[in-house]
């Protein structure tokens, strides 16, 4: 009977003895017939012995000891003896026979984890029997900052390794580091950061901590975690720390990363507020994650704009993969019956978007009321910006983008979810904030403040009726005003500036069905230019650099009623930000804003208007230029149907909403901070207009073409008919060559015996139209 397999292994390693171990306890030095180190560790020092000549060997200042040197590598790497002999074997390449292991069962040793790892541990080791030396290492925490694990990184010829280390202990050992992963239950990466970060931030999930490092670098205002053991592990993890989190899964680019990725949105489902997972461009090298080098010309934060839901992912997974992953059981966990519904999730409105002393202001006036934070915030923020613009002509401050000037100028309609919304809960709480009766007047004269900015109620009716309130008055015209009030104080000539708080704005909706009616090139010319100069023949009112700032009310009821001619809203929806607004809570008897707490806030905020009054030009720092740049393919990206010709000017609304979040925060320049303000603010808007307008057309007969393509593709002799051939060729034609030069749908031509037949389809990214993106668009036959 040959020798067993320890036996073996023990007589092929004793000839190089010597060099097994300064593989297993590197940095020692031999004395005589010993070998000595500091620990099981390895390292310079005498406390850990092991003979030549027998491989018996002690650890003194453990306790620690072994009978020979697979005993011996047992201990260093944590494991039995038996798994020893095989890793042996395999290191050095032994051909050791295996017949009798069966008869050597090895008896498992529990092994008790110390967690949190104790202050007085030694320090992990870097070197590793089989893979060598350690390249990189990143440390798990608990939430208060307590070290856990470790995962170490390796680099070897043909790739990496990444194993994870713990300290603990067996019943028969001392405390010590092993080569072994946590149970399951893992914490996440990075849990310490989660305490400084608001509980609405957005959790972005990458794979491995490498790139969760690089991740928090490129995205600041994302809390960017991972999980341990890779693609394999992502049910050992416990994600309870992301529940009623907005989630982002940012997947390495190849076929296993966007399996981990979908496994993991199926893990979240019932923890997440909400699962978004990023489509790595395909244009990306294979493998390729958010640690590697950058290619040329690739801005990573404009793919946080274009996430998909999951099954949408599935599916786009499924066509880039030629192997076509089988995921119809994780598929149909997202599925539901509401999915046979649109329902639309109210708009979440971020803390970002009322810092400083607006911050102050919005808390104090929700604190005993039923206002809406953002339906109070935008007030505030048109408000400001009507007060330090245009007090004379073209005066105040303002940004250029190109020859363009954007001064601090919004417009802004406020769509409560019915009457209950209460219009005066956000009104009247920013009209006693920007009265003067808790300043001084000596405070008044040293700031050189002008008199407020005019006031009007509404209702909005016609572009002369706005540019009546802003000409310019003759001088018999103020003479006889002044007659007439001779107690009230005297406005300066060149005063251009109105604040209109409209509270009907379903009013003037109705107006702008009235042919010859211009409130809608009124609206557009006020919040463009301030310039107004209709060639009317009798009579036109001419303005120049007016300044009138809008806030008007209207309630989701009345809105579907307008909408019945969209057209009321596509000619100038898009310079207005559109803000849904809903009781906050239900208090019975609102209390008055406490003038203890009111006043000072007043008293600061003139102050900075006077400050922002006297300010000229303004720009961006280096920082908020680079986050401009890294935002703006998103911002200026075009979005189809209703919804997308309201929210079209984003990058303008942003650039203004910039401006007010600078001034308000006292500073001459526009920072990175008041940048992701504003982009918090112009958030909220968007999510608010997709709330209101949905997939809703640009243009009835639009809607009508689409709804009927969603059954399937149809002839342009079967479309026709759809409309029963009352829909002339001159209407539809340029209709259809409009959607499909904006890829919303497909027109091909199927050749046959007689004349080509035109196929009509949603249009859907295929290779073929990718290859032929660039070629000109034939006209159709209908």
Same mark, same amino acid.
């Given at each position: 009977?040959?020798?067993?397999?320890?036996?073996?292994?023990?007589?092929?390693?004793?000839?190089?003895?010597?060099?097994?171990?300064?593989?297993?306890?590197?940095?020692?030095?031999?004395?005589?017939?010993?070998?000595?180190?500091?620990?099981?560790?390895?390292?310079?020092?005498?406390?850990?012995?092991?003979?030549?000549?027998?491989?018996?060997?002690?650890?003194?200042?453990?306790?620690?000891?072994?009978?020979?040197?697979?005993?011996?590598?047992?201990?260093?790497?944590? /494991? &039995?003896?038996?798994?020893?002999?095989?890793?042996?074997?395999?290191?050095?390449?032994?051909?050791?026979?295996?017949?009798?292991?069966?008869?050597?069962?090895?008896?498992?040793?529990?092994?008790?984890?110390?967690?949190?790892?104790?202050?007085?541990?030694?320090?992990?080791?870097?070197?590793?029997?089989?893979?060598?030396?350690?390249?990189?290492?990143?440390?798990?925490?608990?939430?208060?900052?307590?070290?856990?694990?470790?995962?170490?990184?390796?680099?070897?010829?043909? &790739?990496?390794?990444?194993?994870?280390?713990?300290?603990?202990?067996?019943?028969?050992?001392?405390?010590?580091?092993?080569?072994?992963?946590?149970?399951?239950?893992?914490?996440?990466?990075?849990? $310490?950061?989660?305490?400084?970060?608001?509980?609405?931030?957005?959790?972005?999930?990458?794979?491995?901590?490498?790139?969760?490092?690089?991740?928090?670098?490129?995205?600041?205002?994302?809390?960017?975690?991972?999980?341990?053991?890779?693609?394999?592990?992502?049910? !050992?993890?416990?994600?309870?720390?992301?529940?009623?989190?907005?989630?982002?899964?940012?997947?390495?680019?190849? $076929?296993?990363?966007?399996?981990?990725?979908?496994?993991?949105?199926?893990?979240?489902?019932?923890?997440?507020?909400?699962? !978004?997972?990023?489509?790595?461009? /395909?244009?990306?090298?294979?493998?390729?994650?958010?640690?590697?080098?950058?290619?040329?010309?690739?801005?990573?934060?404009?793919?946080?704009?274009?996430?998909?839901?999951?099954?949408?992912?599935?599916?786009?997974?499924?066509?880039?993969?030629?192997?076509?992953?089988?995921?119809?059981?994780?598929?149909?966990?997202?599925?539901?019956?509401?999915?046979?519904?649109?329902?639309?999730?109210?708009?979440?409105?971020?803390?970002?978007?009322?810092?400083?002393?607006?911050?102050?202001?919005?808390?104090?006036?929700?604190?005993?009321?039923?206002?809406?934070?953002?339906?109070?915030?935008?007030?505030?923020?048109?408000?400001?910006?009507?007060?330090?613009?245009?007090?004379?002509?073209? *005066?105040?401050?303002?940004?250029?983008? &190109?020859?363009?000037?954007?001064?601090?100028?919004?417009?802004?309609?406020?769509?409560?979810?019915?009457? *209950?919304?209460?219009?005066?809960? +956000?009104?009247?709480?920013?009209?006693?904030?920007?009265?003067?009766?808790?300043?001084?007047?000596?405070?008044?004269?040293?700031?050189?403040?002008?008199?407020?900015?005019?006031?009007?109620?509404?209702?909005?009716?016609?572009?002369?009726?706005?540019?009546?309130?802003?000409?310019?008055?003759?001088?018999?015209?103020?003479?006889?005003?002044?007659?007439?009030?001779?107690?009230?104080?005297?406005?300066?000539?060149?005063?251009?500036?109105?604040?209109?708080?409209?509270? $009907?704005?379903? +009013?003037?909706?109705?107006?702008?069905?009235?042919?010859?009616?211009?409130?809608?090139?009124?609206?557009?010319?006020?919040?463009?230019?301030?310039?107004?100069?209709?060639?009317? *023949?009798?009579?036109?009112?001419?303005?120049?650099?007016?300044?009138?700032?809008?806030?008007?009310? /209207?309630?989701?009821?009345?809105?579907?009623?307008?909408?019945?001619?969209?057209?009321?809203?596509?000619?100038?929806?898009?310079?207005?930000?559109?803000?849904?607004?809903?009781?906050?809570?239900?208090?019975?008897?609102?209390?008055?804003?406490?003038?203890?707490?009111?006043?000072?806030?007043?008293?600061?905020?003139?102050?900075?208007?006077?400050?922002?009054?006297?300010?000229?030009?303004?720009?961006?720092?280096?920082?908020?230029?680079?986050?401009?740049?890294?935002?703006?393919?998103?911002?200026?990206?075009?979005?189809?149907?209703?919804?997308?010709?309201?929210?079209?000017?984003?990058?303008?609304?942003?650039?203004?909403?910039?401006?007010?979040?600078?001034?308000?925060?006292?500073?001459?320049?526009?920072?990175?901070?008041?940048?992701?303000?504003?982009?918090?603010?112009?958030?909220?808007?968007?999510?608010?207009?997709?709330?209101?307008?949905?997939?809703?057309?640009?243009?009835?007969?639009?809607?009508?073409?689409?709804?009927?393509? !969603?059954?399937?593709?149809?002839?342009?002799?079967?479309?026709?008919?759809?409309?029963?051939?009352?829909?002339?060729?001159?209407?539809?034609?340029?209709?259809?060559?409009?959607?499909?030069?904006?890829?919303?749908?497909?027109?091909?031509?199927?050749?046959?015996?007689?004349?080509?037949?035109?196929?009509?389809?949603?249009?859907?990214?295929?290779?073929?139209?990718?290859?032929?993106?660039?070629? $000109?668009?034939?006209?159709? +036959?209908?």
């Amino acid at each position: 009977m040959s020798l067993d397999i320890f036996e073996q292994v023990k007589a092929c390693l004793q000839p190089n003895v010597l060099n097994v171990l300064q593989d297993l306890l590197p940095g020692g030095k031999v004395v005589g017939r010993e070998y000595l180190c500091a620990s099981l560790q390895g390292g310079v020092g005498k406390s850990c012995v092991t003979n030549l000549e027998t491989g018996i060997g002690s650890d003194f200042a453990t306790g620690d000891s072994w009978g020979d040197v697979i005993a011996l590598g047992a201990k260093v790497w944590g /494991i &039995g003896q038996f798994e020893a002999v095989q890793a042996l074997s395999k290191l050095y390449h032994l051909e050791a026979e295996n017949k009798t292991a069966s008869k050597y069962p090895q008896k498992t040793q529990e092994f008790t984890y110390l967690l949190p790892i104790p202050s007085n541990a030694p320090i992990f080791p870097t070197f590793h029997a089989i893979h060598g030396k350690a390249s990189a290492f990143w440390g798990y925490k608990d939430a208060q900052g307590n070290a856990l694990f470790y995962t170490v990184r390796f680099d070897k010829p043909d &790739g990496k390794v990444v194993l994870p280390l713990c300290f603990g202990k067996n019943a028969q050992s001392s405390p010590q580091w092993v080569w072994k992963a946590l149970p399951e239950n893992r914490p996440l990466y990075g849990l $310490e950061k989660f305490a400084y970060f608001t509980e609405d931030i957005t959790v972005l999930i990458v794979e491995g901590e490498k790139t969760a490092d690089a991740a928090q670098v490129l995205f600041p205002d994302y809390l960017v975690t991972t999980w341990s053991g890779g693609g394999n592990a992502v049910s !050992k993890t416990d994600f309870t720390p992301l529940r009623d989190k907005k989630v982002i899964i940012w997947p390495d680019n190849d $076929e296993a990363g966007f399996k981990a990725a979908v496994e993991l949105a199926k893990l979240l489902e019932v923890l997440a507020q909400d699962i !978004k997972i990023v489509l790595p461009p /395909i244009s990306l090298p294979e493998k390729w994650d958010l640690a590697d080098q950058l290619p040329t010309d690739f801005i990573p934060q404009t793919c946080l704009g274009s996430v998909l839901n999951v099954v949408d992912f599935i599916q786009e997974m499924n066509k880039r993969f030629a192997s076509h992953i089988s995921v119809t059981s994780i598929e149909d966990s997202f599925l539901s019956e509401s999915d046979a519904l649109t329902l639309k999730e109210w708009p979440k409105f971020s803390l970002k978007a009322y810092p400083g002393i607006l911050g102050d202001f919005v808390n104090l006036t929700i604190s005993d009321s039923e206002a809406d934070p953002a339906a109070v915030c935008v007030t505030t923020l048109v408000r400001f910006g009507a007060e330090v613009y245009g007090y004379a002509p073209n *005066k105040g401050p303002y940004i250029y983008v &190109g020859e363009t000037i954007h001064p601090p100028r919004l417009f802004a309609v406020i769509c409560g979810n019915s009457s *209950k919304a209460r219009k005066g809960t +956000s009104k009247y709480p920013v009209t006693k904030l920007f009265s003067r009766d808790y300043c001084q007047s000596s405070d008044l004269i040293n700031w050189k403040l002008p008199l407020s900015a005019r006031e009007s109620g509404g209702p909005l009716s016609t572009g002369e009726g706005l540019a009546f309130h802003v000409r310019d008055e003759t001088d018999e015209e103020r003479e006889r005003w002044q007659r007439q009030h001779p107690n009230e104080p005297f406005r300066e000539k060149g005063d251009k500036r109105l604040i209109i708080q409209d509270e $009907e704005f379903a +009013s003037g909706l109705a107006c702008t069905k009235r042919e010859g009616n211009t409130l809608s090139m009124g609206i557009r010319c006020f919040w463009d230019s301030g310039d107004y100069a209709p060639l009317t *023949k009798n009579n036109p009112v001419l303005v120049r650099g007016a300044h009138i700032s809008i806030i008007t009310h /209207i309630t989701m009821q009345e809105l579907t009623v307008a909408l019945e001619n969209v057209q009321a809203v596509n000619g100038f929806g898009n310079r207005f930000l559109w803000i849904c607004a809903r009781r906050a809570k239900l208090v019975a008897l609102p209390s008055r804003m406490p003038e203890a707490k009111l006043a000072p806030i007043q008293r600061e905020l003139w102050k900075l208007i006077a400050t922002a009054q006297k300010r000229g030009v303004m720009s961006m720092t280096k920082k908020a230029r680079e986050l401009w740049a890294c935002i703006y393919p998103e911002l200026s990206k075009e979005h189809p149907g209703l919804s997308g010709g309201i929210i079209n000017r984003a990058e303008a609304q942003t650039l203004r909403l910039s401006l007010i979040y600078a001034l308000l925060d006292g500073q001459e320049f526009i920072d990175e901070t008041h940048l992701q303000s504003a982009l918090a603010m112009w958030q909220y808007a968007q999510d608010s207009a997709l709330y209101i307008f949905g997939e809703r057309a640009a243009d009835p007969l639009e809607e009508k073409i689409l709804t009927a393509l !969603k059954a399937g593709p149809l002839t342009a002799t079967e479309l026709s008919a759809v409309f029963q051939r009352n829909i002339p060729r001159e209407k539809l034609q340029p209709l259809l060559q409009q959607l499909e030069s904006q890829q919303r749908i497909s027109i091909t031509r199927q050749k046959g015996l007689g004349r080509p037949k035109v196929i009509i389809a949603l249009y859907e990214i295929t290779t073929e139209n990718e290859l032929n993106e660039n070629n $000109e668009i034939n006209e159709i +036959s209908l």
